[in-house]
C-alpha cells in the first residue's frame, strides 16, 4: 500500500514552522504518512522574514487573478518536486493549505492533477471557477467570524464547486478567525475523516 503524502502550505508571510502544530496533529492520526511542510517560493516582501507565493502590495480584486496566475507554475512545480522526492502521485497525495497556500492549491488543483483532496483553510478562489475539470475533492474550512478573509469566499466556492458537478464539503467553524487554532485544526482532522485519511 502506498503511503499518503500530505503538504503543508502556509500563508503569505509565514512559512513551514506556522504549520508545524497542525502537522504534528496531522502525524499522530496518520502515523504512516508522509508529511512535507514546503515554504512559498518567493521571500516575503512586507517583512524582513517569511515567504509568499505572490504579493500582496497593493493587491486588488483586478490584479489579484494576473498574481495567482503568474505564480501557478512555480507552485505547480514545488509540488510536484516533493511529490518525486517522496515516492508519491497526485493519487496519493493530499494538500492542505492556509490562506494564500489554501489560494494557490485551489488555483493549482484547477489547473492540474496534483492531488487527490484539498484542504482549503480561510482561501478563495480569484475568479470563481468556470469548471472544475480534475478528480479533486475539495474541503472548504473558513472561521466564521474571518475578518482577513471573509468566510463567504468559502461559501461562494462550495457553491460554485457544487453546481460544477465538484466533490466539495464545507465546514464554518463558529466564532473562530483568520489563524489555525484548535477548532480550525479539528476541522481539517475531520475533513481528512471523511476522505479515509485519518482514523479517529
Do not use: K
Not at 514546503?38 to 498574481?67: C, K, M
Amino acid at each position: 500500500m502506498v503511503r499518503p503524502l500530505v503538504i503543508l502550505l502556509h500563508g503569505v508571510g509565514g512559512g513551514p514552522a506556522d504549520m508545524a502544530p497542525l502537522g504534528e496533529r496531522i502525524a499522530a492520526e496518520l502515523p504512516d504518512a508522509r508529511i512535507a511542510a514546503l515554504p512559498a517560493a518567493h521571500p516575503y516582501d512586507r517583512g524582513p522574514q517569511g515567504y509568499q507565493w505572490f504579493s500582496v502590495d497593493g493587491i486588488t480584486e483586478e490584479n489579484r487573478p494576473d498574481r495567482i496566475q503568474a505564480a501557478l507554475d512555480g507552485f505547480t512545480a514545488a509540488i510536484r518536486i516533493a511529490q518525486a522526492q517522496h515516492g508519491a502521485r497526485p493519487e496519493d497525495t493530499t494538500l492542505v493549505g492556509f490562506s494564500q497556500g489554501a489560494i494557490m492549491s485551489l488555483a493549482g488543483c484547477q489547473a492540474a492533477w496534483l492531488a487527490r483532496h484539498a484542504v482549503a483553510i480561510a482561501g478563495r478562489f480569484a475568479p470563481l471557477p468556470a469548471r472544475w475539470p480534475q478528480a479533486t475533492a475539495v474541503s472548504l474550512v473558513h472561521g466564521a467570524m474571518d475578518g482577513t478573509m471573509p468566510a463567504d469566499h468559502s461559501r461562494r466556492a462550495a457553491a460554485r464547486l457544487g453546481e460544477l458537478g465538484a466533490d466539495v464539503h464545507l465546514d464554518l467553524v463558529p466564532r473562530a478567525v483568520h489563524m489555525l487554532s484548535l477548532s480550525m485544526q479539528d476541522a481539517v482532522l475531520s475533513a481528512l475523516r471523511r476522505r479515509g485519511l485519518a482514523s479517529n
